[in-house]
Structures are given as structure tokens and as C-alpha cells.
């Protein structure tokens, strides 16, 4: 195979060079650049020049190299300066790939049996208050976000460590997110400096009720020379953004995709009834416990979480090359990439592709039925092995993607069942595109509604 010059896109404004365009409207910068420059091109990013793979019939060569293009100094870069923590001394005293393993180790397989009736009780919990009882109405995304940080803090770091407070501090944090990943120094945003600080104040510890991947966690920094009692609540505290933030965009798209078609209302609320009665084991209320064989067995539901994901997800799997490398096109050429350089795929590109997904646009409950396992999608004539990535790629995939979609399935299972729910308004909100590379785009308008439990 012959080398393939990689084209370097002009910008015409130095330093920010295609950053500000990318915020805007990444989508349409993406495919400008394919039509002009091809399937492989390299943009400027605020001084950061990137190598962007567009065909994701490339893709797989490009995940191939997850050894030699890695993430973790670029996520490390991300969050130290956020959340506060020290990364060199982290570097130096704790043995990341280790950790890396053991989120993906205790949030997988038999570990999230016990995780997922955790966050089933706390849940249940505030579903049984008597705001539910007596009715109210509201922000569908507020509230979204209410049930997934209450139940989802507890159930992860331990009892007692969702509040109120905490819930404020985060939503501070998360909205100047964007803005403090782009370097806005925290003093000229409002609150952002007290709000890290509460969002860290109560981790950092032991907690009862918390998730095994805690039980590890904390053991093996004892075990170490770190400074916990200054660097891991802040630690812990950029865990806690990353297990929430995209987590509640994607429970509240998924119910309001569902919500606002009464067919597809209907489909969902007859699978989860008809489901749930086949649970063999209940919770200490004696309410069936959404095990794994009943989360497997919510087919429909499980489609209708894809479809948003595919709809809504934002993710920008940057990698930096660990030593000279190349990776094979399917144009039949090969792309340079040295030591030190960024490269990147986008996966909005494919999931909003129309020659992948007829009508991308639209939200299509059952897209998804019957076809979660690769190659069951194709673009130019060839099955695709990777069709959808809501949650990154390769090693640095996201370790908590099993337990989000837990969570989606739970959250939205235990309101069709538990409340007569109805939205107030059923257009499709605008879609936030500044948080492109964060994970989901968040809706930039409120979608009011109405709930009470059933009786």
C-alpha cells in the first residue's frame, strides 16, 4: 500500500484555527470536510491539529491501534484542571492502567446485579414520596436528572452521598463544563469554584452501601503512597460528572422519544408490565427487581435506548500516537500518523449517515429490534462491525456504559409502570452542539410535564 497524504484543512484564524466552527456545528464541518478533503483530513483545534478518520468503514483499523493510540494523557489533561486534582503526582504514584482495568472489571458481568438493585431501592424510594403521590409537574429534564444523580450518587459512592446541595453543585459544574474544558479560567464563572469544592466535599472516603468497583478503589489507594485525604475527593468527584452528566441526557431523551408517541408509549408499558411479571426476585418492598435476565429480556426497550444514543450521543474518541504507526484505508492507502500526533474518528458522522440509517433524523423505536450485533448495518455494500458508539472505542471505552444502559432501561421502566406520566409539549428540542466531544448534547430548552403515581 502507498502512503496517503493526509490533507491539512486551511483555517483562516491562527491560534482558534477550526475550533469555533467545530463548536458550532461539528456535524456540518465534518461533512463539508469529506465532500472538499476526502475520507482522512487533519483540522486545527485551538492549536491542537488532529487527524479525523470520516469512513466508518475505516474505523476498525483505526480501534485496531488502541495500544499504540491512547487517551488517557488527553483525558488526564481534561480533568485535572477541571476537578482540581494533581495529574503529575498521579502519574507518578498510581498505576493508571490498573485502575483503568478495574473500573471495567467490578462494572461488568455479575458486578452489576447488585449495583442495579441498589440504584432499583433508591429509586423506588423517591417514587413513593408524597410529591409523587399528590401529582406534580415540572422540567421532564430536571427531573430526569433528579432521579438519576439521587439514586445513581448512592448506589455508586455510598449511602448518604446524593443531597440536594450536591444536585445544585453539580448542575453548576455541568453547565460550565464546556467552558472550563476550553480553559475559561473558574474565576470568571459564577459559583464554578464553590461548586467543585461541595462536589467533592463528600467523597473521598469509605461510605456504607457503596459499589464494589468503591470497595477496590479505596483498598488499593490505602495501598499506596498517594495523597488520598487531599487528591482523591477530587478525584472521585470528576467519577461522580462522568457517571451522571450523560447518563440523565440520555434517561430524558429515551423518555422523551417514548412519551411523546402514544403507539411506541403503548409497545414499551405492555413489554415492561408483561416483563417485569416474570421477575423471580423482589425487593425488600416486595416490587419485582429488574434483574439481568429481565433487562435482557426488554427487546423493545433496548432498541428504543439505541436509537437515542444513536440520536443524541456525542462522543469524540481523540487518541495520541504512542510511536510512528500506520493504519491501512480501505481506499487501499495508508495513513502516517508520527509519535505525538492527535487522531480522531467522529461517530456522529455514521450515526447520521442516510446511506446507513434511512432518515437519520428521525426517532425510530424498533431501528434497533433485532439488531444490536455488529455487521447488521452496511455502508458502500459492506456490513459494518461498529454502526453505533455512543460510549468511545477500544480500551478507553467508557467503563460504565453497562450500568447507563441499566439505568436507562430502570429508570424508564419503573415511571411507565409506577405513574401516569404525559408530556406537555412534543416537539423535539434543539440539541446543545457546543458539547460535542462530552458525551450527549443536552436539550436547550426545557420539555414540560405532567406526573402522578398510579394508583
Given at each position: 500500500m502507498t502512503d496517503t497524504a493526509i490533507p491539512r484543512v486551511p483555517a483562516f484564524m491562527p491560534y482558534f484555527g477550526h475550533g469555533l466552527a467545530f463548536g458550532r456545528d461539528a456535524d456540518r464541518l465534518m461533512q463539508d470536510c469529506q465532500r472538499q478533503y476526502g475520507d482522512v483530513f487533519e483540522l486545527n483545534l485551538a492549536g491542537k491539529h488532529c487527524t479525523f478518520f470520516v469512513n466508518p468503514r475505516d474505523y476498525p483499523a483505526f480501534i485496531r491501534q488502541s495500544k499504540h493510540l491512547r487517551s488517557e494523557d488527553i483525558s488526564l489533561d481534561i480533568a485535572a484542571p477541571v476537578f482540581g486534582f494533581d495529574k503529575q503526582h498521579l502519574q507518578d504514584k498510581v498505576d493508571v492502567e490498573h485502575v483503568t482495568h478495574m473500573n471495567q472489571r467490578f462494572m461488568m458481568?455479575?458486578?452489576?446485579?447488585?449495583?442495579?438493585?441498589?440504584?432499583?431501592?433508591?429509586?423506588?424510594?423517591?417514587?413513593?414520596?408524597?410529591?409523587?403521590?399528590?401529582?406534580f409537574s415540572g422540567s421532564l429534564f430536571d427531573y430526569a436528572l433528579e432521579l438519576i444523580f439521587m439514586a445513581g450518587s448512592d448506589a455508586l459512592f455510598g449511602e448518604g452521598v446524593a443531597s440536594p446541595q450536591l444536585l445544585e453543585d453539580f448542575k453548576v459544574v455541568d453547565k460550565y463544563f464546556p467552558l472550563l474544558v476550553g480553559g475559561v479560567p473558574k474565576w470568571l464563572l459564577p459559583g464554578v469554584r464553590k461548586a467543585l469544592a461541595g462536589l467533592a466535599s463528600p467523597l473521598g472516603f469509605p461510605r456504607e452501601g457503596q459499589c464494589r468497583l468503591m470497595d477496590e478503589r479505596f483498598s488499593y489507594f490505602a495501598g499506596i503512597d498517594y495523597r488520598a485525604s487531599e487528591e482523591l475527593p477530587k478525584t472521585d468527584s470528576s467519577l461522580l460528572w462522568a457517571a451522571q452528566?450523560?447518563?440523565?441526557?440520555?434517561?430524558?431523551f429515551t423518555l422523551f422519544f417514548i412519551l411523546r408517541d402514544p403507539v411506541v408509549k403503548k409497545i414499551i408499558e405492555e413489554e415492561v408490565r408483561s416483563v417485569l411479571a416474570t421477575s423471580d426476585k423482589l425487593s425488600p418492598r416486595g416490587t419485582p427487581y429488574?434483574?439481568?435476565?429481565?433487562?435482557?429480556?426488554?427487546?423493545?426497550?433496548?432498541?428504543?435506548?439505541?436509537?437515542?444514543?444513536?440520536?443524541?450521543?456525542?462522543?469524540?474518541?481523540?487518541?495520541?500516537?504512542?510511536?510512528?504507526?500506520?493504519?491501512?484505508?480501505?481506499s487501499g492507502g495508508t495513513a502516517h500518523l508520527k509519535q505525538g500526533?492527535?487522531?480522531?474518528?467522529?461517530?456522529?458522522?455514521?450515526?447520521?449517515?442516510?446511506?446507513?440509517?434511512?432518515?437519520?433524523?428521525?426517532f425510530r423505536w424498533d431501528r434497533f429490534l433485532g439488531k444490536q450485533k455488529p455487521n447488521s448495518f452496511a455502508y458502500q455494500?459492506?456490513?459494518?462491525?461498529?454502526?453505533?458508539?455512543?460510549?468511545?472505542?477500544?480500551?478507553?471505552?467508557?467503563?460504565?456504559?453497562?450500568?447507563a444502559r441499566n439505568e436507562f432501561k430502570v429508570i424508564t421502566a419503573?415511571?411507565?409502570?409506577?405513574?401516569?406520566?404525559?408530556?406537555q409539549e412534543t416537539r423535539m428540542p434543539a440539541l446543545d452542539k457546543s458539547r460535542i466531544g462530552l458525551g450527549s448534547f443536552t436539550p436547550k430548552s426545557a420539555i414540560p410535564f405532567r406526573l402522578k403515581r398510579a394508583a
Open positions: 458481568g455479575d458486578e452489576l446485579g447488585p449495583l442495579t438493585e441498589r440504584m432499583q431501592d433508591k429509586l423506588e424510594e423517591i417514587l413513593l414520596d408524597p410529591r409523587h403521590r399528590d401529582g452528566a450523560n447518563t440523565a441526557v440520555v434517561a430524558f429488574l434483574t439481568a435476565d429481565v433487562l435482557n429480556r426488554m427487546e423493545k426497550l433496548d432498541s428504543c435506548i439505541s436509537e437515542t444514543l444513536r440520536l443524541v450521543s456525542a462522543p469524540l474518541p481523540m487518541r495520541q500516537a504512542t510511536q510512528d504507526l500506520d493504519i491501512e484505508l480501505v500526533q492527535f487522531a480522531a474518528i467522529y461517530p456522529r458522522y455514521l450515526h447520521m449517515h442516510p446511506d446507513i440509517f434511512e432518515q437519520p433524523a428521525e455494500g459492506e456490513p459494518l462491525k461498529y454502526a453505533l458508539i455512543p460510549f468511545g472505542v477500544g480500551l478507553s471505552m467508557c467503563p460504565g456504559r453497562h450500568f419503573l415511571l411507565l409502570n409506577w405513574c401516569d406520566i404525559h408530556l
